[in-house]
């Protein structure tokens, strides 16, 4: 099946933006429908703002918005009507972050991305997907996946991550499944059990393709993978809360592969990426905005976006907190020349680590840990955490606690290290990976090198 969705215009989503409260302050609802058409009637045949030279959308200033619309129950308010919930920002210890989407852009999105994925030579005709990814708790990655990988034109087998790995791969050799799907480090896990199986239960499970999304897999964890299922492609899908799923890896067509970074096929008629200067996430109150201007091709910088997908909610120059460059597609055999032509590559490095980091596929924000470690119910004077890759290509996490008395009611110990796996979204399959220890002196943490500090955060 060949479809290409709907995009706005850039035109289009501008004019919306003049009359919506994630741009406007004195704007207190978003615009209804009939409002959404007069903007645009309204700036037909007059000139379109040039992108850079429009403010930087920040997610502290975004969420804060969001929040104010979320709780507000004026009848006025269509925030909340008719939208496509996505959690974001990792874990809070509070009421998760939501951004709310329109439903039908959500789902011509959708459908979009699946005719990327196909373009890309992704998914081909044939193909069955079993995707691990998890589910509830208001995490959409299973259905998101399964609705891309069914639009791309593949048969999918929803799997979620409860099924154990030995239902999982009975299903895989039953029904001739060959290609599986996951966070980075459920594909890992699969991988892992599969290697300790009997010859002919691995000779009957017949993977021929992996695809994983979340946080990255390197050359050392993709070459153990290929050593448990042959050969395989490993590719790649990049999605956000915010500017929904957009781009896909494929190294067939991108011949790059590197444990730094990987390259992601974008379509510019559906979103906009701008590469900034470092500086932009940390703008001098006395700079413009408009002194920030993109880099050239090939320049490593913060990642601005502005999709051409969302006119309900527009989404424009959105600081998404990860860290590229851009480059052209090269010459292949996969994608028509025709659309190629239409394409860009995203090289992407990852999250700022100036702000977050990833575990088990998510991405958790500093600023967030910050604020559940200093709340009076856990007492914590001093914490630290360290990621720490292990033998089997996956990353365990250990979180050093140091507790002191407060004045207030606190949680036991067992009860903070309960609170501490729901913030870190720990299940049954990732429990095994996740630690809290309890220090009795600043004497169990490790400190930097030069100021002798106790370090927030330690990779090893």
């Not at 915010?242 to 190294?251: D, K, Q, Y």
């Amino acid at each position: 099946m060949d479809f290409t969705a709907p995009t706005y215009t850039l035109e289009e989503i501008l004019a919306v933006s003049t009359i919506h409260p994630f741009y406007n302050s004195t704007i207190r609802f978003p615009p209804t429908k009939s409002q959404i058409d007069a903007a645009i009637g309204d700036k037909q045949g007059k000139q379109c703002p040039n992108l850079t030279n429009l403010p930087l959308t920040k997610k502290d200033n975004l969420y804060k918005i969001i929040q104010r619309l979320i709780e507000d129950d004026a009848p006025d308010n269509l925030f909340r009507h008719a939208s496509y919930v996505s959690t974001t920002g990792g874990g809070s210890g509070r009421l998760p972050m939501l951004y709310l989407t329109d439903a039908r852009e959500n789902r011509i999105q959708r459908m979009s991305m699946g005719n990327l994925v196909r373009q890309c030579g992704v998914i081909v005709p044939g193909d069955c997907v079993l995707t691990m990814h998890a589910s509830g708790n208001l995490y959409r990655s299973l259905d998101l996946t399964s609705e891309v990988m069914e639009n791309a034109g593949g048969t999918v087998f929803c799997a979620g991550h409860h099924m154990p790995h030995a239902e999982v791969g009975r299903l895989v050799s039953a029904f001739r499944i060959n290609v599986i799907c996951g966070d980075s480090s459920q594909v890992l896990q699969f991988a892992l059990y599969v290697s300790s199986l009997p010859e002919t239960q691995r000779e009957a499970i017949q993977i021929n393709k992996v695809i994983y999304t979340s946080e990255p897999l390197v050359r050392s964890q993709q070459a153990y993978i290929k050593s448990v299922f042959g050969d395989v492609p490993i590719c790649s899908l990049f999605a956000s809360a915010e500017s929904g799923p957009w781009a896909v890896m494929n190294h067939a067509v991108t011949n790059y592969q590197d444990d730094d970074s990987a390259d992601f096929i974008f379509d510019t008629r559906n979103i906009i990426i701008e590469v900034l200067p470092h500086r932009a996430t940390e703008q001098a109150r006395n700079e413009s905005h408009e002194d920030i201007k993109p880099l050239a091709e090939g320049e490593t910088g913060v990642i601005a976006v502005t999709s051409l997908q969302r006119l309900r909610n527009p989404l424009i120059r959105y600081l998404s907190g990860d860290i590229g460059s851009l480059h052209p597609v090269p010459a292949n055999d996969i994608i028509d020349p025709e659309e190629s032509r239409h394409f860009k590559i995203l090289r992407l490095h990852g999250r700022d680590q100036r702000f977050s980091f990833n575990w088990q596929g998510e991405y958790f924000d500093f600023k967030a840990i910050l604020n559940l470690m200093q709340s009076d119910e856990l007492s914590v004077l001093q914490w630290q955490i360290f990621r720490t890759q292990m033998s089997t290509s996956t990353h365990s996490l250990e979180v050093r606690v140091l507790r002191g008395q407060s004045g207030v009611q606190t949680l036991s110990d067992g009860e903070l290290v309960q609170k501490l796996k729901r913030f870190f979204h720990v299940v049954h399959d990732t429990e095994a990976y996740f630690q809290v220890i309890f220090v009795s002196g600043l004497q169990g943490f490790q400190r930097s090198r030069t100021g002798n500090k106790v370090m927030r955060f330690v990779d090893i």
